[in-house]
């Protein structure tokens, strides 16, 4: 099954460049239209159910094959604050380098067998 695209690519590629050029003084209506673009965009790339990638207050989805997960808390759980996953989907910051990290300092929960996401990031290209 394909991912139902709502940000439009263009919106969403020039959303994820302004993160880039701005940073921390992205305006939230940008920050939010740049995650929910590379969330997409990850679903879209790597379709599945076994992983749930959550960004509030941007969204979450399931993403990666591998069981599927039908009810209750997702056995394999990854969340984040956006500018942290934006940095990991363009490669600004590496897995590691924020896994053991708390979220509120920039860092990524992570939780279950199949939550490493080293080899589906970075994803996004940034234009220079």
């Known amino acids: 099954m394909v991912a139902r695209r709502r940000?439009?690519?263009?919106?969403g590629q020039a959303a994820v460049q302004e993160w880039?050029?701005?940073?921390?003084?992205t305006s939230r209506a940008?920050?939010?239209?740049?995650?929910?673009?590379?969330?997409?965009e990850l679903e879209a790339l790597h379709?599945?159910?076994?992983v749930e990638v959550r960004v509030p207050?941007?969204?979450?989805?399931?993403?990666?094959?591998?069981?599927?997960?039908?009810?209750?808390?997702p056995p394999n759980v990854v969340e984040c604050r956006?500018?942290?996953?934006?940095?990991?989907?363009?490669?600004?910051?590496?897995w590691l380098d924020v896994l053991h990290r708390p979220i509120d300092d920039g860092g990524v929960q992570?939780?279950?067998t199949r939550s490493d996401l080293t080899e589906f990031l970075p994803y996004l290209r940034l234009r220079r």
């Open 20 to 25: 880039a050029q701005k940073g921390d003084a």
């Open 47 to 50: 379709p599945g159910h076994s």
């Open 82 to 94: 956006p500018h942290t996953w934006l940095a990991l989907a363009t490669g600004r910051t590496g």
């Open 7 to 11: 940000i439009d690519p263009l919106e």
């Open 57 to 73: 207050p941007a969204g979450a989805v399931q993403a990666i094959g591998g069981p599927r997960h039908t009810r209750g808390t």
């Open 30 to 40: 940008v920050l939010l239209t740049a995650v929910r673009y590379s969330l997409e």
């Open 110 to 112: 992570a939780s279950g």
